[in-house]
């Protein structure tokens, strides 16, 4: 089985979408995922919905190296959330080729946030986009079993769960019910490794999703497990961001190592 892996954009996230196709495809990522709604005031803006050159430099750059574009974030589900406000991100998604969207289910009213979740499946089908629910060990939706609950009650088909490795290990998450689950709710999955020490705190949650995971192989996470339990062939994005390396090692050599580690890795012993 060809495994194909994509570049996440927090892996890399100083640079532009453009810069990061280049990496992709000088480091051997058949993708990438792009990050043009920024999570917090602290990291860079792309905004390629409202920037038409970036949006321009971003498109040559994929037609001149073949690279796709696997997912857009992050469509974060808040209380407060303007749906509408998503329509032209949408549509640069489509234009870029996307084939997902993440949402983040952010909210603590259940019904709300699935009417939303569902609207917002509505709103991205018409271009032929999946929306995947990802969880998050300090947010409302936490753990696998909330996520499915979302997508089972807003019954959308195109609605679909993203699993991070990261996040399910931190969630104790049960391979045994992600195998029970339909296999058509797995589209894609992140995949990282992570220091065996689980943080006690939701500050060190974040910090280790945000700063601080591994390549493949060097934490204590049993990630051939997770990727066993889901669907075969579905493509494996490198969300590995790691600050510390990163005052010493360029944007570039860690697209590297962090898809050299994982070939690695799973050619030891391979998947499924």
């Known amino acids: 089985?060809?495994?194909?892996?994509?570049?996440?954009?927090?892996?890399?996230?100083?640079?532009?979408?453009?810069?990061?196709?280049?990496?992709?495809?000088?480091?051997?990522?058949?993708?990438?995922?792009?990050?043009?709604?920024?999570?917090?005031?602290?990291?860079?803006?792309?905004?390629?919905?409202?920037?038409?050159?970036?949006?321009?430099?971003?498109?040559?750059?994929?037609?001149?190296?073949?690279?796709?574009?696997?997912?857009?974030?992050?469509?974060?589900?808040?209380?407060?959330?303007?749906?509408?406000?998503?329509?032209?991100?949408?549509?640069?998604?489509?234009?870029?080729?996307?084939r997902h969207l993440i949402a983040a289910p952010w909210d603590p009213d259940r019904s709300r946030l699935i009417d939303h979740f569902a609207e917002l499946c509505d709103m991205a089908k018409p271009f032929g986009l999946y929306v995947n629910a990802e969880f998050v060990t300090w947010r409302e939706t936490n753990d696998l079993s909330a996520a499915a609950a979302i997508v089972r009650a807003a019954n959308r088909s195109n609605g679909a769960i993203l699993v991070d490795t990261l996040h399910f290990s931190r969630s104790r998450c049960d391979t045994t019910v992600l195998r029970e689950l339909p296999r058509e709710w797995f589209r894609f999955a992140q995949v990282c490794d992570a220091p065996k020490e689980v943080p006690d705190t939701t500050e060190g949650l974040i910090y280790t999703a945000?700063?601080?995971?591994?390549?493949?192989?060097?934490?204590?996470?049993?990630?051939?497990?997770?990727l066993n339990?889901?669907?075969?062939?579905?493509?494996?994005?490198?969300?590995?961001?790691?600050?510390?390396?990163?005052?010493?090692?360029?944007?570039?050599?860690?697209?590297?190592?962090?898809?050299?580690?994982?070939?690695?890795?799973?050619?030891?012993?391979?998947?499924?």
């Open 229 to 272: 339990a889901l669907p075969t062939g579905i493509p494996y994005s490198l969300e590995i961001p790691t600050t510390e390396l990163a005052k010493t090692v360029g944007p570039e050599e860690r697209a590297r190592r962090a898809i050299v580690a994982a070939r690695k890795y799973l050619e030891v012993a391979p998947v499924h």
């Open 1 to 98: 089985m060809k495994l194909e892996f994509s570049l996440a954009h927090l892996t890399v996230l100083s640079l532009s979408p453009p810069e990061v196709v280049d990496v992709a495809a000088r480091t051997g990522y058949r993708y990438v995922g792009l990050r043009p709604i920024a999570v917090t005031a602290e990291e860079p803006a792309y905004p390629l919905a409202s920037d038409r050159a970036l949006l321009k430099e971003t498109k040559a750059r994929l037609a001149a190296t073949g690279v796709g574009v696997l997912d857009i974030e992050l469509f974060r589900l808040l209380p407060e959330v303007d749906l509408k406000a998503f329509l032209p991100v949408l549509e640069v998604s489509a234009e870029l080729g996307a």
């Open 210 to 226: 945000r700063h601080d995971r591994r390549f493949l192989g060097e934490g204590g996470i049993d990630v051939r497990s997770i």
